[in-house]
């Protein structure tokens, strides 16, 4: 556990980015369950295109998630089976718009900072 794992205390399920299947349809691998700190909080950013947005949340994770990628709050158990298998059809699961990694200076670790 890093320095921040204590504080992680909220369960999301993550959808790594979609990829092509052999019928070149976009399709996501199954969805896990991870621990984390999730906050509702309104906050500027600037996007891979150097525009500026601003946030609906901000998650901290001590893993390294891909933007592009999906998050639900809650459990794998509050989705129904279409849901699990694409976020874009779960009502309460947010594109994760930014990734930033950031390094604690006194033991070394990073953590991820994730904006939705």
Partial sequence: MTSWGRFYT??????????RDSRN?????????????FA????KYIDSLGEERVSNSIVRT???LQANG?????SL??????EKAN??????????????RVKD?????FEYRIIL
């Fill in 10 to 19: 909220e369960t999301i399920v993550y959808w790594t980015p979609p990829t």
């Fill in 25 to 37: 349809n976009y399709v996501f691998s199954a969805p896990q369950e991870i621990k984390v700190s």
């Fill in 40 to 43: 509702e909080k309104s906050e």
């Fill in 62 to 64: 001590d893993l390294s």
């Fill in 70 to 74: 999906y998050i639900y709050l809650g």
């Fill in 77 to 82: 158990l509050d989705l129904s089976d279409s």
């Fill in 87 to 100: 976020p874009v059809t779960c009502k309460n699961a947010f594109p994760i718009r930014k990734v930033m």
């Fill in 105 to 109: 200076i006194h033991l070394g670790v």
